[in-house]
């Protein structure tokens, strides 16, 4: 008779879900495929997770705390941080889709962890403030403002792959070439 690990299960359940929420989003992702991938019982999803929106909700918080925790941001070393977060998406696309999806299902309207979000949120807002505070960075720009114009520059390339091949070319040189101009424009855009 095999011994149960609940521990071991939540996690084929938890990986299994990443892929197919990155792959079908909110709406089209299926609990049935999450349970025939992670190779656990149907119920044993709801009972660990709740319904589906509450699953995708806990997948996309707990890749966005692992993110958080391998990516800090950096106000002292933007050019860094900004190589060490594309970096970090180019390994891991799927959070990228996740929150694009999330965009699809929820638009504007209010999250279902959006109490969690903004608290997310507010580390990163206060590293930057930080950083203009201490005279580091600009603070011609509300630092809040700041941080969604960096990670969307640095992100938008990921998001859109197929957009990036067409406009900058798919050649590895094109990559590093855009990385390059990403960064640069980071410069310019917090410079004193």
């Known amino acids: ?93 799927e959070l990228l889709r996740l929150l694009y999806w999330e965009g699809i299902q929820y638009g504007s309207t209010e999250l279902p962890d959006e109490t969690e979000r903004h608290e997310h949120y507010a580390h990163k807002v206060a590293a930057v403030r930080d950083g203009q505070d201490r005279g580091v ?16 520059m640095a992100n938008w390339a990921t998001v859109v792959p197929q957009m990036s091949r067409i406009l900058v070319g798919g050649e590895d040189s094109d990559r590093d070439r855009l990385r390059a101009s990403v960064k640069e424009a980071a410069r310019r855009l917090v410079a004193r």
């Open 137 to 152: 960075i600009t603070d011609a720009i509300p630092a809040q403002d700041l941080l969604f114009l960096l990670v969307a």
């Open 1 to 93: 008779m095999a011994v149960r690990d609940p521990e071991a299960t939540k996690a084929r359940i938890f990986d299994a879900a990443v892929a197919e929420f990155a792959r079908y989003g909110i709406a089209g992702a299926r609990i049935d495929r999450i349970a025939a991938e992670a190779k656990a019982n149907k119920q044993l999803i709801y009972a660990y997770f709740g319904n589906k929106a509450q699953l995708f909700s806990q997948v996309l918080g707990r890749s966005m705390v692992d993110l958080a925790a391998a990516v800090p941001v950096d106000p002292d070393d933007i050019e860094g941080w900004l190589d060490r977060l594309m970096d970090y998406h180019a390994a891991h696309p």
